[in-house]
């Protein structure tokens, strides 16, 4: 450890940089200036950043989500009252850096998530990982497999992406859910898609998924059930399966996400989203990641916040399991 940096340290954790002496503003830009990975023995949540975007079909830019997010991060307080937990007490919480992935071989770079994904998982600690395109949930799935057998899969997106192939890609933004289904690394019978909207290529698109087993909460049923239903839903489905939470950014309306690559009008607000997110508690939350930030397009960092946010959210979710052991 750095003795120049001032940190907060509780229960044997070493926490954030102590904000009420070194700035906010100031220092490494790790998430919520948590420590890195080096910095401490053992870690319970390692985060890592997926700087990759070669599987994108419209606007590229989410290979610079990784370090948005860390940028936009810097405020998070240490206790969260919505949760009435302290994340970064109850736990050893650490920035694990970025994964080197490959920007000119899709195939090589999924190898690398999935090493870099499976080195975290081995030494027992949750995974949590910022993107990146959503391309990177498959090889984060497939690490995900080989630790906790089937996954029950929730999935926040205004896109399915679970289409075939692009342009003949098999590995693309647009279709990780279909080649996770293929190599059977899901419980087919308990994933759910989130706030599902916006035009399709056919109606084919929505036969295909449900074919493969997903069930949707579409986004306009966001109005009648509330929150509360839609966590219903989502904790009926998924019982006590090992669950993995994959957000990407554009559940969110463009009004409170507009740094993404394919926006689409008519999503949640950041309250409705945090608020589902607070419903995992007591769920089994194995590993999750945020997707699709892309900060060419964000103004004053909004999408970053909501994206920072929701990771603070997961994290109190861990947080929770872990105090209630
Ligand atoms: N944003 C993600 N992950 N997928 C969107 C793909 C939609 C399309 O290109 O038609
Ligand atoms: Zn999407
Ligand atoms: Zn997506």
């Known amino acids: 450890m750095d003795e120049q940096t001032p ?34 023995d053992a870690a319970d949540v390692v985060i890592l950043g ?5 599987g994108v079909s419209y606007r590229p830019g989410a290979r610079f989500g990784p370090s948005h997010i860390r940028e936009s991060s810097r405020l998070l307080r240490p206790y969260n009252p919505a949760q009435d937990v302290s994340p970064f007490a109850v736990q050893q919480v650490v920035d694990g850096g970025d994964v080197a992935a490959n920007p000119f071989s899709i195939e090589e770079a999924l190898a690398s ?31 995900m497999h ?6 029950a899969v929730v999935h926040f997106d205004a896109h399915l992406d679970t289409w075939d192939t692009y342009f003949g890609a098999d590995y693309t933004h647009g279709t990780p859910f279909r080649r996770a289904s293929e190599e059977g690394l899901l419980a087919a019978d308990s994933c759910l898609h989130i706030g599902i909207r916006g035009p399709l290529y056919t ?8 074919d ?11 109005d009648a059930l509330g929150a509360p239903g839609v966590i ?8 006590d399966r090992p669950v993995y939470v994959s957000i990407d950014i554009d559940v969110l309306d463009p009004a409170f996400a507009p740094g993404t690559g394919t926006p689409e009008a008519g999503g949640f607000t950041s309250r409705e989203l945090l608020a589902v ?22 103004h004053a960092q909004i999408t970053g916040i909501a994206a920072a946010h929701a990771a603070y959210e997961l994290l109190s979710v861990l947080a929770q399991a872990r105090s209630a052991r």
Do not use: C, K
């Not at 997926?50 to 070669?54: N, Q, R, S, Y």
């Not at 080989?146 to 996954?151: R, S």
């Not at 219903?232 to 019982?239: K, S, W």
């Not at 508690?281 to 964000?298: F, K, R, S």
């Open 113 to 143: 998530i999935q090493q870099s994904a499976t080195r975290v998982l081995e030494t027992g600690a949750s995974l949590l990982t910022l993107g990146g395109d959503h391309t990177i949930a498959l090889p984060l799935l497939r690490a």
């Open 50 to 54: 997926v700087p990759f975007d070669t």
């Open 7 to 40: 940190r907060l340290h509780v229960n044997g954790n070493l926490g954030q940089v102590d904000a009420t002496v070194v700035p906010r503003y100031g220092g490494a830009p790790t998430f919520a200036r948590l420590p890195r990975w080096d910095e401490v």
């Open 146 to 151: 080989a630790t906790h057998g089937p996954i």
């Open 232 to 239: 219903e839903r989502m904790r009926a489905r998924v019982g």
């Open 277 to 298: 997110l607070r419903g995992f508690a007591g769920v089994n939350l194995v590993g999750a990641d945020i997707v699709e930030v892309a900060p060419a397009y964000d």
């Open 212 to 222: 493969l087993g997903f069930q949707i909460v579409h986004s306009t049923e966001m």
């Open 203 to 210: 109606t084919e698109d929505l036969d295909q998924d449900g």
